[in-house]
């Protein structure tokens, strides 16, 4: 168990639906990644906030969004749905920005039909 | 664009015998290199790192090799056992990179026979 808890485990939406997927970092860290995986493009950085802001953006969709909140969990939010976002999103957290290792949560799978 | 490569997609192993995975990078400003472990339905789990400013990093039965001129790192797994069994990914970040992101590859798939 790394500390990192992820909610929901799953989600099942249609196509043009908007989500939301909840992460809670380890108790003490302060920065949240966000990666998607996908079964073709394997495991791809999306967005990073580090107490409360963010720090940095990879291949994020505009479709998407992301925050972290004052008690550092962050949400994670999809919106106009495709069939193509269906993944597994995982979230993972450390203890500063510039601390390299990172401790994952269990990911949410997302389905859209 | 592919920075980080395992071109091994998966790797058989007897139990009690070595296990080596290969990672090569693109990316000359990476300085930080990471090895994970992922079992089916959970997230991966951290289970290396090493610095450009070294070549080897060991953690009990794990060894992470570096070879910078290479561009190519490995980890080795002695003795393996059954409960290894899972995706290896190596993961890169450093320099020039986006502020924290991890750059991750394909992974592959160890499996340990009993």
């Known amino acids: 168990d790394s500390g990192v808890t992820q909610t929901p485990k799953h989600l099942i939406t249609a196509t043009g639906q908007r989500v939301t997927l909840r992460c809670s970092p380890r108790?003490?860290?302060?920065?949240v990644y966000w990666y998607q995986q996908s079964l073709d493009q394997g495991l791809q950085f999306l967005i990073q906030y580090y107490n409360g802001e963010e720090r940095a953006k990879g291949n994020i969709l505009e479709r998407f969004s992301a925050q972290q909140f004052p008690d550092l969990h962050s949400e994670l939010n999809l919106s106009s749905l495709e069939l193509g976002d269906s993944a597994l999103y995982f979230c993972?957290?450390?203890?500063?920005?510039?601390?390299?290792?990172?401790?994952f949560g269990p990911g949410t799978r997302l389905t859209v039909l | 664009d592919q920075q980080v490569k395992q071109n091994s997609p998966s790797l058989s192993v007897q139990e009690g015998r070595i296990s080596i995975l290969n990672c090569d990078y693109t990316?000359?400003?990476?300085?930080?290199f990471l090895w994970y472990k992922k079992y089916p339905a959970e997230g991966p789990t951290f289970l290396i790192s090493?610095?450009?400013?070294?070549d080897k990093n060991e953690d009990g039965r794990f060894t992470v090799f570096l070879n910078k001129s290479a561009k190519h790192l490995s980890l080795h797994i002695v003795p393996s056992q059954p409960g290894d069994s899972a995706v290896y990914f190596c993961a890169a970040s450093g320099r020039g990179t986006s502020y924290g992101k991890l750059t991750f590859g394909q992974g592959t798939i160890l499996t340990v026979h009993p």
């Open positions: 993972a957290s450390s203890a500063l920005p510039g601390i390299n290792e990172q401790f």
């Open positions: 090493i610095s450009s400013i070294k």
């Open positions: 990316n000359s400003m990476f300085d930080y």
């Open positions: 108790s003490g860290d302060l920065s």
